[in-house]
């Protein structure tokens, strides 16, 4: 088993390594008759793209998507749709300097996956991370890009809510403001605050952690599957796999341990399109299976393991080592862990809107018939 894939109807392989040539990715699933072209997914990779702020790395990669395979003008309009094959994507890597990480080929930096990749596989590309590298991340926002036109009137946007130990104020939430700087985030004032507290830690030559909040509107109800198919968890599980995550919650998460029953359970009125739910605190799903409300998830980031100063560590022939990682690294990776979270969040969401069609065709009707008639 690969493991360097995700997805059952809606399924992307992503390879390539940090320092190779190139990383791509094939998206298997996709319905035929969707306008793609590359411009399309361009915009996305843009928004995730490395040196765009000294708040993260200097490398310099343009991430110039190529489709392919999977696309081909329209018989009628002329425009490039997708054809219902596999859909290859390639994005070539142009700003390498295997040379920083010269000196730690055999040494094991504390806090990446040297020592891991090791173990289990007995050899690493140290250049990096390899294929441990974020640099792959991209081309999950590739096929995030996709998967956000195959379900009609999805929306799925991102914020960073926290930096460090400094949180956002949500009565200040403004999704216009997202785009205005550089971190994404929802609240002009904690912009600032982002930016001061992050020019100090770059300057010490350190990192810091973040928290990422993803919400999906026009998630239609019905998705997901009790028990071993449930929406919640295969959110959690691809949100999990992004590079430094280490924690995911839905909804009110692990505030809902504080709440009594009487806070927490979303309340329900009769409503034209079904109920109208008077709260969200489940993150719009209940049983692993969507209500129609906003999805609402959240992500911990860990501070980046790379960072100037000396950390105590072995190497791999065991013998005691002081590293110091060279080269060009985020002082917080949650900054463009933001776009790659919408792009899990869209490529769970494709896939159990395929599932779902394949299985029930769509939901019942709202309001359902009593037993007996009316």
């Known amino acids: 088993m ?23 990715c094939v998206v298997d699933g996709c319905p035929p008759r969707i306008p793609l072209s590359e ?28 489709i392919l395979s999977g696309v081909f003008a329209d018989p009628v309009t002329g425009e ?19 040379k920083d990480y010269g000196e730690i080929k055999d040494r094991y930096r504390p806090g990446h996956a040297d020592f891991t990749y090791d173990i289990k596989y007995g050899i690493r590309d140290y250049r990096g991370g390899g294929r441990s590298s974020a640099r792959e991340t991209a081309m999950r926002v590739a096929a995030g890009a996709i998967a956000r036109r195959v379900v009609p009137g999805l ?68 998705l997901g599957a009790p028990i071993y198919g449930k929406l919640d968890s295969d959110l959690a599980a691809a949100l999990m796999s992004i590079n430094a995550v280490k924690g995911v919650e839905i909804g009110e998460g692990f505030a809902a341990a504080a709440l009594s029953g009487e806070e927490n359970a979303d309340e329900m009125r009769p409503g034209n399109d ?24 959240r992500f911990a980031v860990k501070p980046t393991s790379s960072i100037l100063s000396e950390r105590q560590s ?43 069609r394949g299985q029930v ?7 359902q018939t009593p037993p007996g008639g009316i």
């Open 314 to 356: 072995v190497d791999r022939f065991g013998h005691e080592v002081d590293v110091m990682t060279k080269g060009r690294h985020d002082p917080c990776v949650g900054i463009r862990a933001v776009p790659v979270g919408e792009a899990m969040v869209a490529c769970v969401l494709a896939d159990h809107f395929l599932r779902h």
């Open 155 to 222: 929306a799925v946007r991102g914020a960073l809510v926290q930096v460090g130990p400094h949180k956002i104020d949500r009565s200040r939430w403004d999704w216009d403001e997202v785009g205005r700087n550089p971190f994404f985030c929802p609240d002009a004032q904690a912009a600032a605050r982002f930016a001061d507290f992050l020019d100090e830690v770059r300057k010490r030559g350190s990192s810091v952690g973040a928290v990422i909040e993803i919400v999906a509107e026009g998630v239609p109800a019905g």
């Open 80 to 98: 490039q749709v997708t054809t219902g094959t596999s859909i290859g994507l390639l994005i070539e890597n142009v700003d390498q300097r295997s």
């Open 274 to 297: 079904g109920p109208l739910f008077l709260s969200n605190h489940a993150g719009g799903i209940l049983g692993g299976i969507s209500t129609g409300q906003p999805v609402v998830a």
């Open 39 to 66: 411009a399309d997914i361009q915009a996305e990779l843009d928004r995730r793209r490395p040196g765009q702020s000294r708040f993260t790395t200097q490398r310099r990669e343009p991430d110039a998507v190529k």
């Open 2 to 24: 690969s493991h360097n894939s995700f997805g059952h109807l809606f399924r992307v392989t992503t390879f390539g390594e940090s320092h190779g040539p190139a990383i791509g």
């Open 361 to 367: 065709g769509s939901s019942p009707a709202w309001p």
